[in-house]
């Protein structure tokens, strides 16, 4: 045992203390301990002694009786094999000796188990002090060692013994321990005999060593300096294949000017030319770094990295991982290509070295941007926001993410990656692909030459100019693509010439846009261009006011670093809006109002201008195009219409070139455009002030003094366009309303010069429609184009609705002055289900889909008449069950039973018309002359046309969705209440032709050539409607087109057969007939050859494009019918044969009805018919 002197064995005299309560354990555990563990045990190891104890026990083993003895010798022989404690097991002294053993090991487990920690962390303790004394050891041997290799090599050492000397000890005490004498008072000195034999001291050798390192680091400095100017040159001045870098030489540059201005460098008077060079050489230096960030800031480099390869993550470009970009990883404000959002491409905005740039293509590009691009701040999805300390939300994306930004710049590593690989050699300044590296590249060379400070006076003196000649380098590109296209044969683009590709319904407003393609393009890429200029402007006030708070050189140099290039950013942007209002003020005309004309034939006046100003001239042109004429002959150089301002280029060369004029409607046509734009600069300006910390409070901040460009065209559109087209709007639909000819149909004259009038019929809409659509096209298309919920809104939508409800209630008079006491709309209007259930036919279907493109019918209209106020709305069960297929799709076996019930379910309607024989039968029947027949298709057609017109208007044109559909539920209803009209209208021209033949062969039966006997003679009533439903087909197509007369006509095939029948079963029951005669075989052959021309009548007129005949169901019927009329020439016994061989072909009432007349070859015997059934 090891380890201190043995536990207090003496015991006081008083009763147990607290502790000994507490840890009665412990307390047995000490005693055992004190009382039955030997003394000696807790010595020190050293002085132990343990041979007493092992005499004892040997001692005590020899003494054992003689069996004892016996069994010791045999147990010793089997030691090797047996337990040392069995063999020892009746030794006294070793039983005591294991006893104090197993006591002390308790002791041990206790102090283990309980003070594990104590122990691990002693032990631990005293290995670390080990180690750092067995090191500090080490060392210290080593350092012996190197004075005595140190003492051999420079000869000055006199024996080994010395080498072992301390050399902490003076030389007398190491003198005196190896028993030698020092000769002089110097312990450092050569006399003595423990000196140095003659040589240097090492005291002498260390200083010279210090002065040998000065001289070296002093011509190490000059070299640097030396080597600097021609350093300079080389990196600055490009040679193939190295660009210039002038990252790595502000580095070197800096480097040799700091150490020129070093303490020991400063008094050395040999450099003064050299400092000179240098000062040049900085001087060289800031106009390149000035230039080169002017470069990038305004699109002349850096261009070559799209938004597109960027990934979302971590602003690393996907295909080389270019680090240091702008882009974080929340997602972009908008999606696709955004107007001054993201880096130009070098395609769109760097100029073309050879002096072309862009392409035809950006028609398309811009126009797509331009149409989808909306200016709708809630929509969803639209933006990602992140909340600002002070409320509010900041858009994301765009800003340069922190962790790239406490990245440290290695100017001359950094310039390489950026540098653009296909970078031309003969530039005098870099080109970088990175724009934001770049800026970060540049912002750390201004701040080594310390020119930092001067950065926003230099930026705000050339900020005018620079901006200015964006605008001309947009200039010079429009003009460029105008004299491409003019050189390829395109010619102007004009109202004239873009009307000619547009339908003739449409409005002057999208004849405009058209028209102003050219100034859309324009402006688009002038958005663009300033848009990211506005960006890169931003990217280095981040950086700079980055640089500022982090660098401890430059942070007492501001009073504000979050408002640092502050002013730069706000003359950028005062500069800007004056360029885009210039050019939008150019373009509009606030003084002089658009002529409007409501006669109702502006469009006639404007195309006939149109047609005028094309081939049918005659070369006779206005004094106003000749004079943009002569002023676009003398701008023929590039050259000259860079000089031009925007308001003259636009006024001398758009609108030259366009041959048009300036008008205030021309608002709309860039207002969208100009919404985004301004939207995602404030955008990115509060997201600036976000990330920089800048103080949004301040009044420098939040001040403005000049009128904004989309607070310009705000005001010119509600000051002076909204009015305008307001007022056009209602008094153009009510002038075309209040005309004679309102809603009369227009007939094409040049329709019967067709050679195959079986085409289809482009039949345009009434005049009071046609009104409707094109005065109304302005406001709808101002719907998607200005800010929803705004103080221009709620009006607009206001002066729509009346507009449309002025239109319907013209409209429900002329409905009621077409269907005034007419038999079609007595049975629409009844209290039937009959005007819903005629929606169950396909034909139905098939008109909805021509006009409105829907798939379901029923959606289409349907519910809109069964919630009306004559008809029932609760359907009966056969037409649930039809409405239920029809929503389980088309197939042949399905459509043909669906067609079958919708069609007994109409005629169920229609028996009251099938009693040709009850008296004053077609008495009540009034129907509709041509000219009435050809009104109300016209009406149809415009009403359902312009209904879908309408309805499309309120949807954006991306996405089909109607996105103003909670502010304009009451403008849509009134548009489905136009639809209405026309859907009614269709039904009363389709029930009007079916009243119109039922009413002439409902005469069929009362005719004599049923009983003539000499010939076989066609009833003139037949003639009389295959006539009528030829010349009734030329009306409907000429007044509604191909489909109103495809539904007029359609199911006739199915009703023409129906009534044959019905002849059939009045002249079997002896009715209608005078003198009850009997029908001859002659008659029966005219009832067949009645049904056969009718078939070909039918067929005939229904013959066109987009007709709704249907052969199977025709030929169905007129077989069927055609059989029903065989039956009357049959002899009995035939005519029992025929109906047990096809009794499901007719009801019983028919065989019945069979069997009870009297034909030409059988008498009437009704017993047959039961004897039949028996």
């Known amino acids: 045992m090891s380890g201190g002197p043995p536990p207090n064995r003496g015991g006081g005299s008083g009763g147990p203390s607290s502790a000994e309560m507490d840890h009665p354990d412990l307390v047995d555990l000490e005693r055992r301990l004190h009382s039955e563990v030997d003394e000696d045990f807790f010595q020190d190891p050293k002085k132990f002694r343990t041979l007493h104890r092992v005499i004892d026990i040997l001692g005590m083993q020899l003494l054992d009786s003689a069996d004892g003895q016996q069994q010791q010798q045999q147990q010793a022989r089997q030691a090797s094999s047996a337990d040392f404690d069995s063999i020892h097991r009746n030794n006294p002294a070793y039983v005591a000796l294991k006893q104090q053993q197993v006591i002390v090991d308790e002791a041990i487990e206790h102090m283990a188990v309980y003070h594990c920690s104590d122990l691990n962390s002693s032990v631990v303790a005293v290995g670390k002090v080990s180690r750092q004394f067995n090191d500090a050891s080490n060392r210290v041997r080593t350092l012996r060692r190197q004075v005595r290799d140190i003492k051999d090599s420079l000869g000055t050492g006199d024996s080994a013994a010395d080498g072992d000397a301390n050399p902490n000890e003076p030389a007398g005490a190491a003198g005196g321990r190896n028993g030698t004498a020092q000769a002089g008072p110097d312990a450092n000195g050569t006399a003595g005999g423990g000196g140095f034999g003659g040589g240097m001291s090492l005291r002498e050798l260390w200083l010279k060593k210090l002065e040998c390192e000065a001289v070296l680091s002093l011509l190490h400095k000059l070299e640097k300096i030396r080597r600097a100017p021609p350093t300079f040159d080389v990196l600055v001045q490009p040679q193939p294949p190295s660009p210039c870098r002038i990252g790595s030489a502000v580095a070197v540059l800096t480097d040799a000017l700091r150490t020129m201005f070093s303490d020991d460098v400063a008094q050395v008077q040999a450099l003064h030319k050299i400092m000179e060079q240098l000062m040049t050489r900085k001087q060289r230096a800031e106009e390149i770094v000035w230039e080169t960030l002017g470069d990038v800031i305004y699109l002349r480099t850096g261009n070559a990295v799209l938004p ?19 882009v974080s990883g929340e997602p972009a ?105 770049a800026l970060r590249i540049l912002t750390e060379a201004l701040a080594r030459l310390g020119r930092l400070e001067d950065i926003e006076r230099v930026l705000g003196e050339t900020v005018g100019r620079e901006l200015r000649r964006i605008t001309q380098a947009e200039q010079a590109r429009t003009f460029a693509r105008l ?95 004056q360029e885009v209002k210039c050019f939008l003020e150019a373009c509009l005309n606030e003084s002089e109002g658009d002529n409007f004309m409501y006669d109702g034939m502006a469009e006639e006046g404007r195309g006939a201008s149109s047609h005028e100003r094309g081939i049918f001239s005659l070369g006779i042109i206005t004094d106003t195009a000749s004079n943009k004429d002569s002023r676009s002959a003398a701008l023929t150089s590039r050259a000259n219409i860079v000089e031009l301002s925007t308001d003259k280029f636009v006024t001398n060369v758009l609108f030259a070139r366009s041959n048009m004029i300036p008008q205030v409607r021309n608002a709309l046509t860039f207002r969208r455009s100009v919404a985004t734009w301004a939207a995602e600069s404030a955008d990115l300006k509060a997201e600036l002030a976000f990330m920089t910390g800048e103080d949004t409070t301040s009044p420098s901040y939040n001040a403005n003094p000049k009128e904004r460009a989309i607070d ?105 002055q077409i269907c005034r006491g007419k038999k079609a709309s007595a049975l629409l209007d009844a209290n039937t289900t009959f005007f819903s259930d005629i929606e169950l036919r396909r034909s139905y279907t098939q008109l909805m889909q021509a006009y409105f493109g829907e798939d379901d019918a029923y959606a289409a209209g349907a519910s809109a008449a069964l919630d009306g106020g004559s008809m029932p709305i609760s359907p009966s069960a056969g037409k649930s069950k039809i409405k239920e297929e029809k929503s389980s799709g088309f197939d042949a076996a399905a459509d043909y039973e669906r067609e079958r019930s919708a069609f007994e379910m109409e005629v169920s309607h229609l028996s009251p018309l099938l009693e040709f024989s009850s008296k004053n039968y077609g008495h009540d029947l009034a129907v509709c002359n041509d000219d009435e027949l050809g009104r109300a298709a016209c009406l149809a057609h415009s009403l359902l046309n312009v209904a879908s017109l309408l309805e499309a208007r309120l949807k954006t044109r991306s996405g089909g969705r109607d996105k103003t559909a909670g502010a304009t539920r009451a403008l849509r209803g009134s548009i489905k209440e136009i639809r209405e009209h026309g859907v009614r209208m269709a039904k009363f021209c389709r029930v009007e032709m079916l009243i119109q033949s039922v009413k002439r062969m409902s005469q069929i039966c009362a005719s004599s050539t049923l009983t003539a006997k000499d010939a076989v003679r066609l009833p003139s009533c037949v003639n009389d409607l295959g006539e009528h439903l030829t010349s009734a087909s030329d009306v409907l197509r000429e007044a509604g087109g191909n489909i109103i007369a495809a539904y007029s006509l359609s199911s006739l095939e199915q009703y023409i057969p129906l009534f044959l029948m019905q002849t059939v079963r009045i002249i079997a029951q002896g009715k209608g007939r005078k003198n009850r005669s009997i029908i001859t075989l002659n008659g029966v052959e005219s009832l067949d050859r009645s049904g056969s021309v009718l078939y070909r009548d039918l067929k005939g007129a229904t013959n066109f494009e987009n007709s709704f005949w249907d052969d199977e169901l025709a030929a169905e019927s007129f077989e069927r019918s055609a059989s029903f009329i065989a039956m009357i020439e049959l002899d009995m016994e035939e005519l029992v044969s025929y109906c047990r061989n096809n009794r499901g072909e007719f009801s019983d009432e028919d065989y019945k009805l069979m069997f009870s007349m009297d034909g030409p070859r059988r008498s009437a015997d009704i017993r047959k018919f039961a004897t039949i059934d028996k």
């Open 483 to 577: 004299e491409r296209r003019r050189n390829a044969g395109g010619g102007r683009r004009g109202i004239g010439g873009a009307a000619e590709g547009i339908d003739g319904n449409m409005g002057q407003l999208a004849e405009a846009d058209e028209a102003m393609r050219d100034f859309r393009i324009h402006l688009s890429n002038l958005l663009f261009a300033f848009g990211s200029v506005a960006l890169r402007l931003s990217h280095l006030a981040q950086i700079v006011r980055h640089k500022i708070m982090t660098d401890p050189q430059l942070t007492g140099r501001y009073s504000d670093p979050s408002s640092a290039m502050h002013s730069v950013l706000v003359a950028a942007d005062t500069l800007i809006q």
């Open 712 to 816: 310009y065209l705000d005001s010119v559109i509600q000051k002076n366009l909204l009015p305008m087209l307001q007022e056009e709007a209602v008094n153009g639909t009510i002038s075309a309303l209040e005309r004679e000819d309102a809603f009369e149909p227009r007939i094409d004259p040049a329709m019967y010069a067709r050679a195959a009038n079986s085409k289809n019929v482009q039949v345009e809409m009434c005049v009071a429609c046609q009104a409707l659509y094109r005065y109304t096209g302005p406001l709808f298309s101002a719907l998607h184009r200005l800010p929803k919920g705004g103080e221009m809104y709620s009006p607009l939508v206001a002066v729509l609705e009346h507009a449309v409800l002025t239109f319907n209630s013209r409209v429900k008079q002329r409905v009621g």
């Open 333 to 437: 404000l908008r999606r696709g290509r955004s107007l001054g959002t993201a880096s130009s491409s070098s395609t769109t905005i760097r100029e073309d070295k050879s002096g072309n740039s862009g392409n035809d293509g950006d028609d398309s590009d811009v126009d797509s941007v331009l149409s989808d691009v909306d200016y709708d701040s809630g929509r969803d999805g639209s933006r990602t926001t992140a909340a600002a300390p002070g409320g509010g939300d900041i858009v994301g994306g765009r800003t340069i993410p922190r962790t790239i930004l406490d990245s440290e710049v290695d100017l001359e590593a950094d310039e390489l990656r950026c540098l653009e690989e296909t970078s031309a050699s003969d530039f005098a300044i870099p080109q970088y692909a990175d724009p934001v590296l």
């Open 308 to 326: 597109g390869e960027l990934e979302q993550g971590g602003g690393v470009l996907a295909s080389d991982h270019k680090k240091h970009h702008y």
